[in-house]
T-cell receptor, first 115, second 111 residues
Framework: DVKVTQSSRYLVKRTGEKVFLECVQDMDHENMFWYRQDPGLGLRLIYF???????EKGDIPEGYSVSREKKERFSLILESASTNQTSMYLC??????????????FGSGTRLTVV | KQEVTQIPAALSVPEGENLVLNCSFT??????LQWFRQDPGKGLTSLLLIQSSQREQTSGRLNASLDKSSGRSTLYIAASQPGDSATYLC??????????FGQGTRLTINP
């Protein structure tokens, strides 16, 4: 069964800490994405990557950065965590070129609380 | 800017009923539309993907339709079961595989 695995289901971090959220996929997908999900706001795209060492900003990149050193791994970094970054973070991957038929697979999510 | 709206926000029906969930989008220039299911505290599971050139897709008791010109999609669930209780999200791809999501419909099927 194909999988997108997020390293932690729940995290509690302190304000100002540097936080790493890890995502690994075993489907050899080219494309990987980070979303956050908040009540009333839905899912919003933070960053995405179409290839190793490549990254693009999504709709809400402020306060975040990403790293993709290997095809299967896409990390989201909160440089200095703040309470407004408390949220559910969802990683996803997909294959195929733009507009083609592709599978979009999500991980189980990481619920991050910043105190 | 693309906006995706799902109505109703919540729906509660008795087991066995057929039901329809609605999704509308403001910009018809989409590559495809997807329907996802999300269980509480969990990630999203892809249910159906409709390419922009298609009118509908079916998987088991689920049928999704797409009317791109009017900016609408519906998800039809036949013979609903308690296990169908979840939040259903639709999302449109305007290119580059970046999805724009609706807020979801929270569905409860009562035994």
């Amino acid at each position: 069964d194909v999988k997108v695995t997020q390293s932690s289901r729940y995290l509690v971090k302190r304000t100002g800490e540097k936080v790493f959220l890890e995502c690994v996929q075993d489907m050899d997908h080219e494309n990987m994405f980070w979303y956050r999900q908040d009540p009333g706001l839905g899912l919003r795209l933070i960053y995405f990557s179409y290839d190793v060492k490549m990254k693009e900003k999504g709709d809400i990149p402020e306060g975040y950065s990403v790293s993709r050193e290997k095809k299967e791994r896409f990390s989201l970094i909160l440089e200095s965590a703040s309470t407004n970054q408390t949220s559910m973070y969802l990683c996803a991957s997909s294959s195929g070129a733009w507009g083609s038929a592709y599978g979009y697979t999500f991980g189980s999510g990481t619920r991050l609380t910043v105190v | 800017k693309q906006e995706v709206t799902q109505i109703p926000a919540a729906l509660s029906v008795p087991e066995g009923e057929n039901l329809v969930l609605n999704c509308s989008f403001t910009d018809s220039a989409i590559y495809n539309l997807q329907w996802f299911r999300q269980d509480p505290g969990k990630g999203l599971t892809s249910l159906l993907l409709i390419q922009s050139s298609q009118r509908e897709q079916t998987s088991g008791r689920l049928n999704a339709s797409l009317d791109k010109s009017s900016g609408r999609s519906t998800l039809y669930i036949a013979a609903s079961q308690p296990g169908d209780s979840a939040t259903y999200l639709c999302a449109v791809d305007q290119g580059a595989q970046k999805l724009v999501f609706g807020q979801g419909t929270r569905l409860t099927i009562n035994p």
